[in-house]
């Protein structure tokens, strides 16, 4: 089973602030509740220890990710790849009027049961988190999630 999550959301900010943002990979992983430590390797790829509180998984997992595509400052699309499952995140952004339209694309393919029911329980929290962040780094205050 595949699970495909989207959230739209307007930031008070210009296209390249919010792009500061999103297209580091480390600022957009930190905020994820499941990644405990984050790892920079070669060639622009980064890896994810992440712990998913499901009853087949009882340690903590190396997710390796990579941007496949950039388009700056509009769009990023990296991948990741485990044992646990595959992962496609998408961040399109748009100028509008008062700041930036982020959109924001996930589409997890788990590999053991439970791995997707629980991103797709967990993604709007998920996504609260991804934007608190990004409203904390641009020292905006973060609308009532």
């Known amino acids: 089973m595949v699970v495909r999550v989207e959230r739209t959301v307007e930031v008070p900010a210009t296209v390249e602030q919010v792009w500061a943002f999103i297209s580091d990979p480390e600022k957009r992983s930190r905020p994820i509740s499941v990644v405990e430590d984050y790892e920079s390797l070669k060639d622009g790829k980064a890896a994810w220890q992440i712990r998913l509180p499901i009853p087949v998984v009882d340690t903590s997992v190396r997710v390796e990710t990579e941007d496949q595509n950039r388009e700056p400052p509009n769009y990023v699309e990296f991948?990741?790849?485990?044992?646990?499952?595959?992962?496609?995140?998408e961040h399109e952004l748009e100028a509008c009027e008062g700041g930036t339209t982020l959109v924001n694309r996930f589409i997890v393919d788990g590999k053991l049961p439970g791995v997707e029911r629980f991103f797709e329980r967990n993604m709007p929290e998920e996504f609260d988190n991804l934007i608190d962040a990004l409203h904390a780094d641009l020292g905006i205050e973060s609308p009532e999630s």
């Open 79 to 89: 991948v990741g790849k485990s044992r646990l499952m595959g992962v496609v995140g």
